[in-house]
C-alpha cells in the first residue's frame, strides 16, 4: 500500500512520519503531483498559518490537485482547516472541500491557542472504530471549524466545535493522531484500513 504525506511549507511532516513507522507503515513525503495522485490513501498535515500555506498551494498547484483526489484523505490540524471553505486566519479562501468556516477562538477568559489534551466525543465514523466516547487527544489550535452536517466527532474548548470532519473521501482532524499516543495510533491505524 502506498502512503503519501503531501510536503509543503507547513510543519509536523516528521512527527506524521514517525507516528506511521510506529505502526508499521512507510510513507512517501513528496509534492509531486504523479506520487500523490497514483496514492493508495493521502496525508495532508499541517502546522503553521493559512493564508501563506494556501499561497504555497496555489503556487505549487497543490490546491486542485487536493480537491481531485478520490482515495481517502487525511486532513491534520491545519491541513483540515485548508480544506474547509475560508478560514478568518489571514482571511483566508481555502479549498472548499467542507462547507464550513474556520473562526477564531477569540476568547479573554481562556487560554487560546488551545494546546494540550482533550477529549472527543458524538464519534460518527470508521475513523473511530476501536475509540471509546471522550477519549483525550492532543490539540494546538487558536483556530477552529464550526459544527455542521459534515462533523464526525466533536470537542468542548470555549465553545463546541468540530474536532473532526468527513465529507466522502475526504477526512479531517483538528486533533494530531501522531502526537496522541494509543488512541491516535488507532485512528491512524483505523484510516489506513478505510
Known amino acids: ?68 483526489l478520490k482515495q481517502p484523505v487525511l486532513g491534520i490540524c491545519l491541513g483540515m482547516q485548508l480544506m474547509c471553505e475560508y478560514s478568518e486566519e489571514g482571511e483566508t479562501e481555502c479549498l472548499g472541500i467542507f462547507n464550513k468556516k474556520v473562526k477564531h477562538f477569540g476568547s479573554h477568559e481562556f487560554k487560546v491557542p488551545q494546546i494540550g489534551w482533550n477529549n472527543i466525543f458524538d464519534l460518527k465514523s470508521p475513523l473511530f472504530r476501536g475509540i471509546k466516547e471522550d477519549s483525550f487527544v492532543y490539540f494546538v489550535h487558536g483556530y477552529y471549524a464550526e459544527l455542521g452536517e459534515n462533523t464526525i466527532a466533536t470537542t468542548d474548548y470555549i465553545l463546541k466545535y468540530s474536532s473532526a470532519l468527513q465529507k466522502d473521501n475526504f477526512y479531517g482532524a483538528q486533533f494530531h493522531p501522531e502526537k496522541s499516543g494509543d488512541v491516535g495510533e488507532q485512528i491512524l491505524k483505523n484510516f489506513i484500513d478505510l
Open 1 to 68: 500500500m502506498k502512503i503519501v504525506v503531501i510536503k509543503y511549507n507547513a510543519g509536523n511532516i516528521t512527527s506524521v512520519e514517525f507516528a506511521f513507522k510506529r505502526i508499521g507503515i512507510d510513507v512517501i513525503i513528496t509534492d509531486d503531483p504523479n506520487e500523490i495522485i497514483t496514492a493508495d490513501k493521502v496525508i495532508f498535515p499541517g502546522v503553521g498559518e493559512a493564508s501563506s500555506a494556501m499561497n504555497y498551494l496555489k503556487e505549487h498547484k497543490i490546491d486542485k490537485l487536493i480537491r481531485d
